[in-house]
């Protein structure tokens, strides 16, 4: 491995470096199982085309090895090729901009450009933080990381749309920061005489990041070592940085938070995909973390080398389908379609079916802001020759364009206000369906300091609700068109504020405890229910709201509630529309490949589902199908539910849980990797109303399986073709019985008042002799039964006297008046007793 066989020798400042020749080595043609061999032994990847070529970064001492296995392998590049590529005289900058020539050409564009150019100090490196401490080999590597905004108004914060171009995450690519560089020149000199560019510039904030990695640019542009991959985080604390063994440094693109593990990278410190000890560890990928959200990003590229591609969310696991992969997909195949060099295309793609990487920047931006982050690969090597750099760089101004002209058409764009004040409003943004995904992406939110909010949508009809706690919700339908843009500027209205009730039920109108609703996107706590299945909430703001309750053995509850009444009733169905505990036959499944069922592992029982059930499994791939269709095209709501238990070691792949139909793409959901004990996994299946969809359980391709662990118990399906919120208030009569009381609060004695829903005619005595009256606690508890059996048409009239029924005063609070008629439940009324 090169991480083995070089060593690095360190005079004070000096790094020196004593290494054998690096190569990188092309192998034409690979199998599919060979890209996740060579990840799990800690090879360097350089470059990657399914069933094209596999590059790998080697020394070459190691060539010989496997050019036994490998016979038609062959070098690619090489570091002696890289160093004369950096250093050609072919360009006016003597070969690739350094860090000060990059630094001087912003201070001079912004001096020539005043007013249209700002520029930024996001953070600094770890060179200039180790400088500071007082650790003189770290004197020459003192960076800032600068990011310069393009905008008509560059000094002024406007309410406009971001956009980002971003270079060097990698310090081998130093390609990148050329092509960030180039749009940057191309944007500023044609500002004010190119209509085009002149209303992106003027209708957007343009962000260039030149180089996140100055440190390790550093490294490279200097040729101390121009294969040279991470940032130089001082890892075994030596205050030396060590390059060979590479102990120090982390991969900056696999350091972001978003799904941070270990796809793709490693606990490893000398492998080049080290992530770090945790996400968001390195203070260069901090800077732009904590950048992002100043901003309303809509979309941005970080630039690569190499492969001509490029790549959009999500990678971090295979089959993994974004919410918003249809428009993802779109903009990347325009802009790949738009990057010519040499007669052909650059290549789009979703980032997993290159390989899955964890801790991404794409994944990141888009899956916790919603922006459409991109990688295109620059270039067939890490360091074109200086001759190709300006004919790469002008290939890739299209696309820039073409990202930023993204906003100009089939999206929805507006305000959100308080329809009181007028102040902006940081209300989500929620497009039914499309943000129903099992696959999680942060909601949408208007600006806080704007109220502007944007999607980009498919053409077509859309329902969009727009909500924030302590407003009234708004619901628009919406028309999205191919080119225009769709504007729909929304007021809120303040809500009201009432005491509310929650009553939690299952089928059999049993009270449901030993759970919490969670209010999503609010910043109430999550609040568990009594005993007694009730939640009591004082001074409740009305308004529709995303509440989710979750239950082992219950269908989960994931769903929009509209609250403005004081008594909401949930219910939660107790029995699945299918189950499947694994103790009869397996007739359910279809099982390939060794998985099977586990006689010595569950959750209930005795059994469970597992790829390895005896331990013996050598197969590199396993699944386990659901024979049983889930047929969703009259349901309203739907949810599956099951526990697992596993111990996958983290270089052997994971297990992937998907859903698939004829008229779906195969997705997948959710992936499980490293140890876990039995753990209750639930996902809403809304997303997929109207469709009929399958299950799947699948092992992914691992060099040693046996080890692989996995089991899944008690599997439920649930399926609701009717409501799971029948919301009980004073306002929406049921059983054709209406409720008034008064006085309203009382002392020491209410008069309740029976009526015929308008809808249901004149009351009738028959529809009284069936009617019991009651009186519950907020608790949900019996306080006493008020029925009597002289209520007629002609006097509907109860009274209660506030004692319970043991005749002893109840206290002073809130209590509720619910009526039943024929075993129906009927209108709840809220009643408030004062002290005597």
């Known amino acids: 491995m090169l991480k083995k066989s070089l060593c690095l020798m360190v005079f004070l400042t000096v790094i020196y470096l004593v290494f054998a020749e690096i190569l990188v ?136 749309p971001a956009f980002y171009f971003v270079g060097a995450h990698h310090a081998r690519e130093p390609i990148s920061t050329e092509v960030v560089m180039t749009i940057l020149h191309d944007l500023v000199e044609n500002y004010g005489t190119d209509p085009e560019i002149t209303e992106m510039v003027d209708s957007s904030e343009i962000w260039f990041i030149p180089i996140i990695n100055p440190d390790g640019h550093k490294i490279v542009i200097d040729q101390t070592f121009t294969s040279w991959r991470k940032n130089i985080r001082d890892n075994n604390d030596n205050q030396i940085i060590n390059l060979n063994p590479s102990v120090d440094g982390v991969d900056l693109n696999r350091n972001y938070g978003h799904e941070w593990g270990y796809m793709s990278a490693t606990d490893d410190m000398e492998s080049y995909t080290y992530h770090g000890l945790g996400p968001f560890t390195e203070l260069e990928i901090i800077a732009f973390r904590d950048f992002l959200p100043q901003r309303q990003f809509l979309a941005g590229i970080s630039y690569h080398s190499y492969g001509e591609l490029v790549l959009h969310p999500y990678g971090y696991m295979s089959g993994i389908y974004a919410p918003d992969s249809q428009e993802l997909a779109a903009l990347g195949t325009a802009m790949a379609n738009s990057i010519v060099v040499g007669g052909h295309t650059y290549t789009p793609s979703p980032a997993w079916q290159l390989y899955p990487a964890s801790g991404s920047t794409d994944d990141y931006v888009y899956g916790n802001h919603g922006i459409f982050g991109y990688t295109i690969e620059l270039a067939t090597q890490f360091i074109p020759s200086a001759s190709m750099v300006p004919v790469i760089t002008a290939a890739n101004i299209p696309a820039a364009k073409i990202l930023l002209n993204r906003k100009n058409h089939s999206a929805l764009t507006g305000k959100v206000l308080d329809a009181v004040s007028g102040e902006p409003i940081n209300a989500y943004v929620h497009v039914v369906g499309l943000d129903d995904s099992p696959v999680y992406r942060a909601p949408y939110r208007a600006n806080e300091n704007f109220g502007s909010y944007w999607r980009l949508l498919s053409p077509g009809d859309y329902t969009v609700r727009y909500y924030l706690h302590g407003y009234e919700e708004q619901e628009r339908v919406v028309t999205i068109t191919a080119d225009s843009v769709t504007v729909e500027d929304v007021e809120l209205n303040p809500s009201d504020m009432i005491d509310l009730l929650i009553m939690l039920r299952d089928n059999f109108g049993s009270p449901i405890s030993g759970t919490c609703i969670d209010f999503l996107n609010t910043d109430l706590p999550s609040i568990c229910f009594s005993p007694e299945g009730t939640i009591f909430i004082p001074d409740f ?96 709501s739907a949810s599956v539910q099951f526990w697992v238990k596993h111990s996958n070691p983290l270089t052997n792949g994971y297990i992937y849980f998907e859903v698939s139909g004829d008229d779906i793409t195969t997705t997948a959901i959710d992936y499980y990797s490293g140890t876990s004990d039995w753990v209750c996994k639930t996902y809403s299946l809304n997303a997929y109303l109207g469709k009929v969809i399958n299950f799947k359980f699948g092992r992914t391709v691992g060099s040693f399986p046996s080890q692989s662990l996995f089991y899944f118990d008690d599997f439920r399906i649930f399926v609701n073709s009717g409501s799971s919120v029948p919301n009980e208030d004073e306002t929406s009569p049921h059983a054709g019985i209406n409720i008034s009381a008064y006085p309203n609060p009382f002392k020491n004695e209410i008069k309740i008042h029976l009526s015929s829903a308008p809808d249901q005619g004149l009351l009738k005595d028959a529809m009284l002799n069936s009617t019991q009256v009651r009186i519950y606690n907020v608790r949900g508890q019996l306080v006493k039964d008020i029925t009597s059996k002289e209520l007629t048409a002609e006097a509907p009239f109860l009274k209660w006297d506030g004692k319970d029924h043991n005749g002893q005063d109840v206290r002073s609070g809130v209590y509720f008046v619910k009526v039943q008629t024929n075993g129906i439940d009927g209108t709840v009324k809220k009643i408030l007793k004062l002290g005597a």
């Open 541 to 636: 703001s009305t308004g529709t709201y995303r509440i989710r309750i979750l239950k082992e053995g219950f269908e989960p509850l994931d769903l929009f509630v509209p609250i403005y009444s004081e008594v909401l009733s949930l219910r939660m169905q107790a029995i699945p529309t299918f189950f499947d505990g694994f103790e009869g036959m397996p007739g359910a499944w279809t099982y390939t490949n060794g998985w099977g069922i586990c006689p010595s592992q569950a959750h209930t029982g005795t059994k469970s589902s597992s790829d390895n059930p005896n331990g013996n499994n050598y197969q590199s791939v396993a699944t386990a199908r659901c024979d049983f269709p889930v047929d969703l095209t009259n349901a309203t």
């Open 25 to 160: 080595v092309r192998i034409d043609h690979p199998e599919p199982e060979l890209i996740h061999e060579f990840i799990e032994q800690d090879y360097d990847i350089a470059s990657y085309r399914p069933g094209i070529y596999l590059d790998l970064v080697i020394d070459e001492t190691v060539l010989p090895i496997l050019r036994q296995r490998f016979p038609q392998i062959r070098i690619h590049d090489s570091e002696t090729a890289m160093k004369r590529n950096l250093s050609s005289p072919d360009r006016p900058l003597n070969g690739y901009r350094s860090y000060s020539d990059v630094m001087d050409e912003i201070s001079d564009l912004a001096t020539a450009h005043p007013g249209l150019l700002r520029t930024v100090d996001l953070g600094i490196s770890w060179g200039k933080y180790y400088a500071q401490m007082g650790y003189t080999n770290y004197n020459n590597y003192q960076h800032d990381i600068v990011a310069v905004m393009l905008s008509d108004n560059a000094d002024v914060d406007e309410d406009e």
